[in-house]
């Protein structure tokens, strides 16, 4: 960590949703953060009052870090905890509490699909749309907002955004892609058992849709409210992985560039949370490996932390331009991770005040 | 089986590389055919002078054939063993035996990778490319050979091809095809189990290459001497499945079709084995699927017998023009049963005398 | 079939919790049945009126059987539906609604746990214990039932007690018995695949203790009001398999018989169901394997079509005086099919008139 | 680490058989030991000369260390490499090259099994038998060795054997214990895929041997030459886990002692390694929990370093006395972990000058 913030306090932060799978992701992640301390953890009024250990069925391979197991799970009511807040809530919920807590004043750093494609709300990757954090101002103007809520993409999107941000300076127009995710995107309980052992799923609802639409706004110009200008197409598969989301990627661009230009644009990729050196952000974001049969879920995955993007076999594809396979940790990079993050860049860019 | 072949005696066969996975796949399978009658096991010469069931390590399901079981193997020398011989030799000694066989008589119907791109052997699938048979009168003639080689296509090729087989009517011009394949295609002791267990592997060997060029090939005019013109661009990787190879495929043609014309060319597809037929000869060839998650190769694999492809989720691409998922099980449809389909065909074709 | 039953008319059939992941079994394996006919489908009051093939999510590899899946599904109500119930009704609910059937006049033939223990109702599995039977008729006089209700023993309870009952006549003492069970035990959805892929989960809920009492019960005398006298430990563990109960099994006898005799034993088991050549009887229904790595569930657990018990591995044990291996297919011989087995010998005996 | 070894200089150590699965796991460990410094990687002569990278094909998650992968492989040559070599020879050839480097004056440290039962040669687990290190002056008299052997036990023994260690107090008597164990501890390729996915493998060839006589050598007295009074019966099983060896227990004793004080003896152990505060050893060496459905491998195996034994459900058993689950990292306490921590022991001791 620079020294630029070594005489800094911590911040206060709480989780919102805090007994789910991702919850219990902020709860681990934030137990080690040297910025953020997690002092609330608010949940459905069911879990209201108990300790949290009590509540939250751990489904890490790490234990429940202690502070937070005896940890009274507060109810999800806006004022009641710290300024900033992380949501691990589930859709069907985040939409009503993520905004009444904005618009109490609180700072929400959103896994929830709710507010993603909300034309004043920033669908954040700290290392490919920073600026998008501009739309802040506009969105609490507009919205009568005294906070703000920031959310980060779909976690199969941010594999692919992450590959392709180095890639948009060759003028991105077409891409197809077909994932084989993990099972732990699924929550607990989640995928049966009896649908995944020895088999794929052809299908996860609605998650095409997501990759194709949130990609082209996280790219895009204005805050993301005018979509990058290219076609995407979206095959999502369930496979038999714990951990980490792999794809097939082709891309056609305006002009075809030579593949080595291509390995080194995704080489060099590096972006603010890497300048900054804020503490989540992995050097370097994307690792393009030369071996043949590389990436792989369970030799990759946690890379950097479980925040790095691994890229292999970039080469010519015969019928767009470009192809390669992209990995990425589907839990970390692709949810608590990633929000924790753009908290970080956040902070280091004076929005959390 | 149709009045037709009442009245016909049994046919005589034997199988070269008996004792590896395919070759149990072919003794396995012939044991119940109605037409052919297995006389004859032939392996390395390891194996010669042994019962077949104590150099088989037999790895399938069901159990080895009782007249089989105790059958001495014999060595791979031309001349021995019956007229029609089928191949489950491995690649690195099957170009030299299948071509002597060849040359002493003996008609091959080979699942080896060796003559498959020779522009004088069929690349046959039964119900594709069925014409080019017609390659056999000059194969004979330029190869100086008594007999013949006819070859089935790579596993996940088959697939590929028995899908697109129905739309060239509507001139496909390029596709993109992920593939998400069983481990039994990499035989036995095959995929270490450390490489797959919660794993997916991107790459396996050559098989990019197949599919791109076999493709072409059995699509192809001329007894496939004129590649079909479009562009193929496959991604391959392995899953942990046992049996079952899945792909997503995009399709570009040189007009859009309707998809619902797509689904019925894919519905009314039929072909000379299913005229004929053939006692291998799945009706109908291709399943197309209206359930949301399917096929899956767990619950779809073994349609038909193995010998079905499933077709689902066909919809609109929006990079190319349409998309779907496709299943088929790779030892059955993509190696042992398709050449005993392909020998059915030869057979009632005349082609076996 | 014996030229016994040539005559004989179909019987009706029907089936309580037709909807869940047994009742598919009953409807599968009753759509192929040379005796019973299954002409009504019952279940609960969301699925009634409305047709079977909407309401049961289908989870088995074989299609819905065509005649099951446009039946209008009834609910579970005595009186309506043929006097023959098959029930697969969850625990839950089972109690009364197969109380209430038996009282109103069905022969309600169980795979629920609620009246296993019950004194008056038979534990029953075909070839083990088929004089329980006779405790019918005490059954209709103390509970005042015009029908009457034959259980069968959960899945892993029935792997055992068939691989003890060869060995009773060398007095069993005690037993101790380590599971390694298939998650299609669970039902659906079931076992969450982030609890069991790569994994393994060394409890289930009551299983050990149905492993410990249901065994005696079976194997003791007097209709089972006599448990037999021994002593039982269970270990029971959930591995990532989908079907086939392996368990490892350690034994003490009142004194050590040979091996050779323990071997023969198992191998001459034959029992009442294979004498009266039951449809559902596997001939043998002990098989013992010689392999040394054998059974397995993927390889043997499919054995008479998943009728047979398999066991290999007979050896010395240091600890007690014999251990094994003992394979069994979870959802058929140890559920829907051991139930229809169980009709069988009881139609074959007069029972169920 | 306590300020004991403060002044210490670092101890140069080298790997023999670097390039396996276990010699992968001594060269990841030992790249950030804090007492030894692996500067010296022998292989077989194919390797030598070459750079490790090259030759070792790395199956773990984490990288290669970056001093050692450009390090040239030397061939197995005694008086070649430092004086304290650690093991991971394949039992083929670890039998000779061993004893030649122990005359030559090294002290190995191996994880082979060809010295294990060796009654001159300790089978140590630094908690368990230290005491066994006083062998050493022993063996080096009468094999007239400059150097010394020392092995660690099966990984599967030394799960059983870390349970059974302070319950020894209580005198156990017998032991009949079955395991479910994973395909990591079979090496690279090791179980092949088709093998063990949606499987269980009942034998794994001489282990069930080794669980039964190393563990009474390991807690037996005079160094082992007396093995410890007990009768062991083991039925080992391969499952589709990655790393972490599951076994049920159960345990009899001379006389029954009461379950919380079996639990209290688990949780209170610890031993000289835990005393010496020794970089590897785990505090506490077992864990004890007492949630209903744990140990699991995916969950547990990694605690402590991998170098924890978990125990759990601890209760009566019907048959003997007392029952539960152990579970331990197969490939770190069950390999190259106990090794580097008898190292560790040995240098505390004085034993490595």
New interface residues.
Partial sequence: MSGFFTFMDTIEVGVLGATGVVGQQFVSRLARHPWFRCTWLAASERSEGKAYKSVAPW???TSIPGDSAERIVDACVPGRGPKVVFSGLDASVAGDIEGAFAAAGHIVVSNARNFRMDPLVPLLIAEVNPDHLKLLDEQRRQKNWRGAIVTNPNCSTIVLAMALAPLVQFKVR???V?T?QA??GAG????????????????IGGEEEKM?TETLKILGSNGGRSPYPA???A?T?R????DGH?M?V?V?FENKPAIPAVIEALRNFSARPQELNLPSAPQPPLWVTEE????????DA?LGGGMTVTI??VRD????HV?F?ALGHNTIRGAAGVAILNAELMHAEGLLQ
Same sequence: chains 1, 2, 3, 4.
């Avoid at 496979?239 to 714990?242: D, F, I, M, N, S």
């Avoid at 043949?292 to 030799?299: D, K, T």
């Avoid at 594809?317 to 767009?320: E, G, H, I, N, S």
């Fill in positions: 489904r890490l391979a077409a891409v197809v077909s084989m099972v732990s607990y309980p989640g995928v049966p058992s009896l649908d995944i052992l020895g088999n794929v799923v052809p299908f194709e076609a995407i197409s095959h598969n496979v038999a992985v714990l792999t097939t082709s056609a043949q049969a590389r990436p792989q879920p369970r030799l946690d292999g076999r594809c015969p019928v767009m192809k396979v």
